[in-house]
């Protein structure tokens, strides 16, 4: 399963600045399980919000957001209150907001840090695109990771060894910078990229000892 | 005149660059140091270029210190974490090294040892804040040191792309370096001065001096070779006609070099001349540009 938890609500407060409208998503699958992300969680997220003078268009959960093809076909029927929002907040995994990114043309922020993908890549197969790094920064990356997509994993902009578009590791790669900044160019948030991101904490890329032994048969022996 | 100095006053700067040997063999590296003293204003010393193993950057730059010349200490996130790269600043300021240059560096698998890991715990902006906190007394940890670094802090950006993206990537880049604590910059190659001057015109609100990269020509393969291989180097097919016509292309290749730094004088603050091979031949350009 994908572990996740919520960011603290300040974060999620921050990364809103500036829209009034937000579109709320939940996954009913590991984010439902992880308390992060289900139907009671995107509740209560929409209660807050409103509380802050946020209006909410809609709110949805679906099962299950990694699914690229469920996203777009659960979400058409509420297409007038997803397009009406400014962003979707997503309350899931980062593999999950990265799915959202890649199937609606509109904001997407993170609600969520993943913290384990327990060796699954949800329904996306084919390419990695979580770390489970613990402090998601999918927000100010229009929800392509920067850990995943870019080579070196570089937080702050590309290395410049790009040729035509392509990472110097991997002529058939695309650079990950240059995906981002296509991206944030199309959704007109460019500004996003002028932010410094600071050093990370990579120790909360290991992952809990709770969670480590929450295999089956440490269950079992909890019994 | 030391290097930070002579960009202070507004000198046009000459800086340019040695790569340490693999081994423990020294003496080119000196008898380069004894040709370039009192010619340029500082060198930059390599830190595992292009990924391969060889001597250190700051083992270097001490040694150039004491043949008189003032080093620039390039350092690369490639191969250590925040621990280690603070601690090599410190190391490099006891040493008595001025100036540093961070940069993110080439990755292991284009170099020697491809099976190494990659390490890139910082990037290059990241480290260039992380020298302006020790500047002023503090580690990443937020600890104070005893005694802190005083720095003068670079950093490199690539000036001629070949997508608007990377174009605008390398400018949003360069602000944040700027923002971050970044007092110069040296540049990729650059052989197409118009191309440069629309770059210059970008990044001029940033208000710190940028030095252009020169890299001499050998020969029309080298040429090529770049142009297929390096990201943002490109060399113009008339240079490469006037590279195949010389009868020497060697002569040839400084003398492409010294007038691109002539061009270069009224648009930028400096030149950094990366002679890949043949820093011999640096005095050299620059008497064929006016500035020895």
């Known amino acids: 399963m994908v572990r996740s938890e919520q960011k603290p609500w300040e974060e999620i407060l921050a990364s809103l600045d500036g829209e009034k409208k937000v579109f709320v998503l939940g996954c009913d699958g590991c984010a439902n399980a992880s308390q992060s992300g289900g139907w009671p969680q995107v509740l209560a997220m929409k209660e807050l919000l409103e509380k802050a003078g946020k209006e909410v268009t809609g709110c949805t959960v679906i099962d299950f957001l990694c699914q690229k093809a469920l996203v777009a076909s659960r979400l058409r029927p509420l297409e007038e209150k997803v397009m009406e929002a400014d962003s979707l907040l997503v309350l899931t995994c980062g593999i999950g907001v990265q799915s959202v990114a890649a199937m609606v043309m509109k904001p997407v922020h993170p609600g969520c840090n993943t913290i384990s993908l327990g060796h699954t890549r949800g329904e996306w197969q084919g390419e990695e695109r979580c770390m489970e790094c613990g402090d998601c920064l999918l927000d100010y990356t229009g929800g392509i990771c920067p850990l995943t997509a870019c080579t070196k994993g570089l937080l702050n902009g590309p290395c410049g060894g790009a040729s035509n578009g392509k990472c110097e590791l991997a002529k058939e790669k695309d650079c990950g910078w240059e995906k981002i900044y296509q991206r944030l160019k199309e959704l007109g948030r460019l500004d996003r990229l002028r932010r410094f991101i600071p050093p990370k904490d990579y120790n909360k890329m290991r992952p809990k000892v709770e969670i480590l032994s929450t295999s089956l048969w440490a269950l079992e022996q909890k019994g | ?292």
């Open chain 2, 1 to 292: 005149m030391a290097f930070k100095e002579a960009l202070q006053e507004g000198k046009f700067v000459i800086t340019t660059e040695v790569g340490p040997l693999k081994g423990t063999d020294t003496r080119e590296i000196e008898e380069v140091a004894h040709l370039l003293r009192g010619k340029v204003d500082g060198v930059n010393v390599t830190d595992q270029q292009s990924a391969v193993m060889r001597l250190g950057s700051l083992a270097t730059c001490h040694l150039l210190i004491e043949k008189g010349l003032d080093p620039i200490f390039q350092m690369t996130c490639r191969d250590r974490n925040r621990i280690a790269l603070q601690s090599d600043l410190l190391n490099a300021h006891v040493l008595g090294v001025k100036n540093v240059l961070a940069i993110t560096g080439d990755f292991p698998t284009l170099g020697d040892h491809p099976d190494a890991k990659a390490v890139y715990d910082l990037d290059s902006v990241q480290l260039v804040w992380t020298i302006n906190r020790m500047n002023e007394g503090y580690d990443l940890a937020g600890n104070q040191l005893q005694g802190k670094t005083d720095f003068f802090v670079g950093a490199v950006v690539t000036p001629i792309t070949d997508t608007e993206a990377a174009f605008e990537l390398q400018l949003i880049k360069m602000e944040k370096k700027v923002e971050a604590g970044a007092r110069f910059f040296q540049t990729q190659a650059v052989y197409d001065v118009d191309a440069f001057a629309r770059f210059v015109r970008r990044a001029e609100g940033f208000g710190v001096p940028i030095l252009a990269g020169i890299i001499p020509l050998k020969s029309v393969g080298m040429a090529r070779y770049m142009n297929k291989n390096v990201a943002g180097v490109f060399v113009p097919e008339h240079l490469i006609e006037e590279m195949s016509r010389a009868e020497e292309k060697a002569k040839k290749g400084l003398e492409i070099a010294a007038q691109l730094i002539k061009d270069l004088r009224d648009i930028c603050q400096g030149v950094h001349i990366m002679a890949i091979g043949w820093e011999k031949k640096v005095p050299e350009i620059l008497e064929m540009a006016g500035l020895a």
